[in-house]
């Protein structure tokens, strides 16, 4: 098959790999449809997250079709559209049991935090991901679901990742009725933060970024207000000002670690492998909730040694919430938001990329170029 393979930072090509095989009964290999990148993924592409090896397919939002199943999946069949959830989860330890399926147990024999991710990195798995014409998704009876005949297939691409996160970064503020919200960042995740914040009764949703077009879309997408930080000597004190002096009641970091680095994880990432960016996001919305406030948390975070503001958060009795989205948790209510119209996810999409072009869509999406917000990859153009 065609897949996009890792090279080293900034180097992705398409290449001939072998066509992904059952090896357990449980197991479906799925003919991707649509994959999309994600803001996340620049962090692999730029070297920046630990244990990134050469020849990896990355991909972690993808749909498709059925192909094979595995002699114990009871649940599809070839010939299921699928969308399947960015987590590999087993669905049955302790953690799956409570609907923690991004902690999932079993599945991630790197790491005691996180579960499995597709085409994240062997610090996630080391599972290869949907940027291909196929892959293999383990445990096909308990991630993957079939796609209503009634849904757009861009609208279950998106609801694989970044509609899923960006709810469940709204669900993780406990937004009440009337309550200011301010979200940080204004890439898809962000975009659809803010517009679920509507949704669980916010009375003002205010957006933050420094790229024009995205706060654009932000204004029209999600009728959010909008801050360009790179236009403020001090955000936090623009966020203090336009909410009574007092701060908003819930912040969303939708940034986490800046996905291009600073300059010391440039120079030291080769040797080091350390996670991409610093906190800066995270201490913005430490000191832009108000005292009493909520922080949540879903950019992207590994490994990091820069500071956090914690004492700060811990004087202002701050309410911190974070994980990495369970994603199919929160399918049900995202179905019915799309059915009612309260939500259109596919009109964030900017860009269709044939597979055989890919390393120019993670060029254009990097560089932010043509105005990238989200560029789906097409396998079979």
Aim: glycine share 10%.
């Amino acid at each position: 098959m065609r897949a996009m393979v890792y090279r080293g930072p900034y180097k992705v090509r398409v290449e001939e790999k072998d066509k992904p095989r059952i090896e357990h009964p449980n197991d479906a290999i799925v003919r991707v449809t649509r994959a999309a990148i994600c803001g996340s993924d620049l962090h692999l592409y730029h070297g920046m997250m630990p244990d990134t090896r050469v020849g990896m397919t990355f991909g972690h939002e993808f749909i498709g079709v059925v192909d094979e199943v595995g002699p114990s999946v009871r649940n599809l069949q070839p010939g299921d559209r699928v969308m399947v959830p960015f987590n590999v989860y087993c669905g049955s330890c302790y953690f799956c049991a409570r609907g923690l399926y991004s902690n999932c147990h079993n599945v991630n024999p790197n790491a005691t935090a996180v579960g499995g991710i597709y085409g994240y990195s062997h610090t996630c798995g080391g599972y290869d991901g949907g940027q291909a014409e196929y892959v293999r998704v383990p445990f096909a009876d308990v991630g993957p679901s079939v796609i209503p005949d009634w849904l757009d297939e861009d609208d279950a691409l998106l609801m694989t990742d970044a509609l899923a996160t960006g709810y469940f970064g709204a669900q993780l503020g406990d937004i009440r009725e009337g309550d200011t919200v301010v979200v940080l960042g204004a890439g898809p995740v962000g975009l659809f933060a803010a517009a679920s914040s509507w949704l669980m009764g916010a009375g003002r949703v205010i957006v933050v970024d420094h790229l024009d077009y995205r706060l654009e879309k932000a204004r029209t997408f999600a009728h959010a207000e909008i801050i360009n930080f790179a236009e403020q000597d001090d955000v936090v004190v623009t966020l203090k000002k336009t909410t009574d002096r007092l701060g908003a009641d819930v912040v969303i970091d939708a940034v986490g670690a800046e996905a291009d680095g600073n300059f010391l994880q440039h120079v030291t990432s080769a040797k080091f492998k350390l996670q991409g960016g610093s906190p800066i996001a995270l201490n913005w919305a430490i000191d832009g909730v108000r005292k009493g406030g909520t922080v949540s948390v879903m950019g992207a975070y590994g490994p990091m040694f820069s500071a956090v503001k914690f004492g700060d958060a811990m004087n202002k009795g701050l309410t911190l919430r974070m994980n990495q989205c369970p994603v199919k948790r929160q399918w049900p209510r995202l179905l019915d938001h799309i059915r009612n119209g309260y939500l259109r996810p596919r009109e964030v999409i900017t860009h269709r990329i044939p597979l055989e072009h890919i390393a120019e869509g993670y060029h254009l999406f990097s560089a932010k170029l043509d105005d990238c917000i989200k560029p789906v990859i097409v396998p079979n153009a």
